[in-house]
C-alpha cells in the first residue's frame, strides 16, 4: 500500500514575536485541512515533529492541533524528534501507520518556536543535538561541528569558500520567490564571499552566510492511503522513502564522509527504480552550506570532492538541469527545527502540483527531498511523484 500527500498548509517563516508554538500547531493544522477539503472526522490519527524538550520545554504538544477542528477530538495524537529531521520523523511515522492499514488518512505537522529563548540558549540546546562522543558539549556547538567539517572537506580537496559562498548566494536569490521564506533578500555573491562586519566567521570557516536562520514556523500535510487517495483532486505519492542513521558520537566515524546520507539517498533511488539524473528537482538540508555541498555528492550528483563543478556548471542552479533548493534552502527560507522536514515534503509537492507559485519550476515530475538530523546522523531521502 503506498501513501500520497493530498493537502498541505505552509506557514511563514521567520521571528514571530506574537505567535507561540500552539498558535503554529492549531493555525498550520487547520489549514492544511482546509486545503485538502476535510474535516477532522475523517482522520485517522496525528503525527507532531517537534524538537523533544527544546525551545518550549514546558508544553506537552501533541495534542493542541485537537484545537484546529472539532471532529480531531479523540484522534490519537503522537509527538516525534529526531533533532533537525523531527518532521520527517513524524511523516515516516504517519507513512507507517497508513501502510499497515492502521489508518486511512493522517495528518502529520512540524512546528517550532525558536525565537523565545536567547542566542545563547539556542546555542544549548542545539548542542544536544551534536554530541561530540566526549563529555560535555561540542566545541562551538553546532556550527563549530560544521565548521570542522568544512576545514576538513578544504583540507582533502582545497578552499573551497567560493564554492560555499556561490551555494548561499544561490538559495538566497531563489529565497526572493518564496513568500514563506524569512529572508526575501538576494545577497550576492561578493557579499556572501567577504568576511565583514555584517559577514562575520561563525566558525572558521564558515561565516554568518554559510548558516541557517534561527526561525520560527510551521507547515502541515494530509496523507491518505492508495482507497481514499481517489477521493481528492490531488496526490503526490511516495514513490519510495529511505531512512539511514549513523552513529551519534562524532569520534565513532568521519562526519564529512556523509556515509549516512548517501546510503538514504542510494535506497531511495534504488527503491523508486530510478536514478538521480531522473530527478526533476531536489530540497535538501542545508543548514550549512558544507551540508548542501555535500549532499551533491552524497546523491551521486558529482564525485567525491568535485560538487563544486555543479555550480560551474549551472546543474543546480534555478534554471539548470537539476535546481537544488527552488524554495530557498534552509539558508534563505529559515530552519525551525521541527517543520523543517514537513515543509521541505510540503514546497515539493507544491512543484509537482504546478501549485508554487513564484517558485514554480517548469513541469516537474519527480522530486527529491533529503532531510537531515544532527551531523548525518538521522538520515531520511524522499523520491515523490505526482500520481493525480
Not at 534504488?270 to 551533491?296: M, Q, W
Not at 546523491?299 to 570532492?305: H, R, T
Request: aromatic share 6%; with cysteine.
Amino acid at each position: 500500500m503506498s501513501v500520497s500527500i493530498v493537502g498541505w498548509s505552509h506557514l511563514p517563516f521567520g521571528r514571530l514575536d506574537k505567535v507561540g508554538l500552539e498558535d503554529l500547531i492549531v493555525r498550520a493544522a487547520g489549514e492544511a485541512l482546509t486545503h485538502s477539503g476535510i474535516d477532522g472526522n475523517q482522520v485517522d490519527g496525528i503525527w507532531l515533529g517537534n524538537l523533544n524538550g527544546g525551545f518550549t520545554p514546558d508544553i506537552f504538544a501533541s495534542s493542541l492541533a485537537l484545537e484546529a477542528d472539532p471532529g480531531l477530538r479523540w484522534k490519537p495524537a503522537t509527538r516525534l524528534e529526531n533533532a533537525c529531521a523531527s518532521g520527517s520523523a513524524a511523516l515516516y511515522a504517519a507513512c507507517d501507520a497508513i501502510e499497515s492499514g492502521r489508518a486511512r488518512i493522517a495528518l502529520v505537522i512540524g512546528a517550532e518556536k525558536m525565537t523565545g529563548v536567547s542566542g545563547d540558549e539556542v546555542t544549548r540546546i542545539l548542542g544536544n543535538c551534536a554530541y561530540s562522543g566526549e563529555v560535555g558539549q561540542p566545541a562551538g556547538g553546532f556550527p563549530g561541528i560544521f565548521g570542522q567539517l568544512a576545514q576538513q572537506y578544504f583540507n582533502s580537496w582545497g578552499d573551497h569558500s567560493e564554492t560555499l559562498a556561490r551555494i548561499a548566494s544561490k538559495n538566497h536569490a531563489n529565497g526572493v520567490a518564496n513568500p514563506w521564506a524569512q529572508m526575501r533578500r538576494d545577497l550576492g555573491f561578493d557579499f556572501c564571499n567577504t568576511v565583514s562586519e555584517k559577514n562575520p566567521l561563525i566558525a572558521a570557516p564558515l561565516r554568518k552566510t554559510d548558516c541557517s536562520l534561527v526561525s520560527d514556523g510551521a507547515a502541515a500535510l494530509v496523507l491518505a492511503s492508495d482507497a481514499a487517495m481517489r477521493d481528492f483532486p490531488r496526490a503526490v505519492a511516495f514513490r519510495s522513502r529511505a531512512q539511514v542513521n549513523d552513529f551519534l558520537p562524532l569520534s565513532s566515524r568521519r562526519a564529512v564522509d556523509f556515509e549516512g546520507p548517501r546510503r538514504a539517498w542510494s535506497a531511495a533511488l534504488k527503491d523508486a527504480r530510478c536514478a538521480v539524473d531522473d530527478l526533476s528537482f531536489a530540497e535538501v538540508h542545508d543548514c550549512f552550506t558544507i551540508a548542501e555541498l555535500l549532499s551533491y555528492e552524497a546523491m551521486g550528483l558529482a564525485p567525491v570532492g568535485q560538487g563544486g563543478r555543479l555550480l560551474d556548471e549551472g546543474v543546480v542552479m534555478r534554471q539548470g538541469r537539476l535546481p537544488v533548493n527552488a524554495s530557498g534552502g534552509l539558508k534563505a527560507k529559515g530552519h525551525p527545527i521541527g517543520a523543517t522536514g514537513v515543509s521541505m515534503h510540503a514546497i515539493s509537492a507544491m512543484q509537482l502540483c504546478g501549485e508554487a507559485g513564484d517558485m514554480q519550476l517548469p513541469a516537474p515530475t519527480l522530486a527529491g527531498v533529503f532531510n537531515m538530523g544532527g551531523a548525518a546522523v538521522a538520515n531520511y531521502v524522499s523520491i515523490l511523484e505526482r500520481v493525480r
